[in-house]
């Protein structure tokens, strides 16, 4: 019973090609969440979703922007990816203060 | 702003108990402390939520001090399939910051 989904597991694009990454959940969770996580580094926080209200990270590049446009999905928007954004993306949801129930990430390739 | 520490490694063998300790000293009234486990390629995986004194669920236990500045996850009798790393996170909630730790990676050895 999959309950947090992100497609593609993985995904190749090119230097300065606009990237999506999806995330969708069955746990009607009123949170979502992105993260960056390089290799051998601790998840860093994007931006996360309560509800609608979207909360920005201070540090996120504007080259990453999210789209929510209903409770079951999240969309990761890279607009020109570089050669640095290459990581594994994991998508959380959670309520708030709880635990959050984690993807199984979706590994970006940048070419 | 709550930052949180934690050994980068550690290394065990089968059947023995393992304490991971965060260190969290500027931890918020209203924060949990939370841990996680982690496969390579996977995502983290909840183990144990906390916000005062102990907590123990069927695969670990959450002791936090009075003061809250430190918790210390212990896994008892680790067997090979808890090599993994696991992280400390203070979760503020109420739509306000994740401090993530960087991580323990932990070896548990034949």
């Known amino acids: 019973d999959a309950m947090v989904i992100q497609n593609p597991r993985y995904q190749v694009t090119q230097f300065g090609k606009p990237v999506t990454l999806s995330c969708s959940q069955t746990l009607n969770h009123n949170v979502m969440y992105w993260y960056q996580q390089k290799s051998s580094q601790a998840p860093k926080l994007l931006f996360h979703?309560?509800?609608?209200?979207?909360?920005n990270e201070a540090d996120t590049p504007d080259n990453f922007q999210s789209r929510r446009p209903n409770t079951s999905f999240c969309f990761l928007d890279i607009r020109s990816p570089g050669l640095g954004d290459a990581a594994m993306y994991l998508c959380?949801?959670?309520?708030?203060?709880?635990?959050?129930?984690f993807g199984p990430g979706t590994r970006l390739t940048v070419t | 702003l709550a930052k949180t520490t934690q050994p980068i490694s550690m290394d065990s063998y089968e059947g023995q108990e393992v304490n991971i300790t965060c260190s969290h000293n500027?931890?918020?009234?209203?924060?949990?402390i939370t841990w996680y486990q982690q496969f390579p390629s996977q995502g983290p995986r909840f183990i144990i939520q906390?916000?005062?004194?102990?907590v123990t669920n069927e695969v670990a236990s959450l002791f936090i001090p009075a003061d809250r500045k430190s918790s210390t996850l212990s896994l008892p009798r680790v067997s090979l399939s808890d090599t993994a790393v696991y992280y400390c996170?203070?979760?503020?909630?109420?739509?306000?910051?994740?401090?993530w730790g960087l991580g323990t990676s932990l070896a548990v050895n034949p």
């Open positions: 906390g916000y005062k004194t102990k």
């Open positions: 996170l203070v979760d503020a909630g109420n739509n306000r910051k994740l401090i």
């Open positions: 979703y309560y509800d609608k209200d979207f909360n």
């Open positions: 959380a949801t959670g309520t708030s203060g709880y635990e959050q129930y």
């Open positions: 500027n931890i918020a009234t209203n924060d949990y």
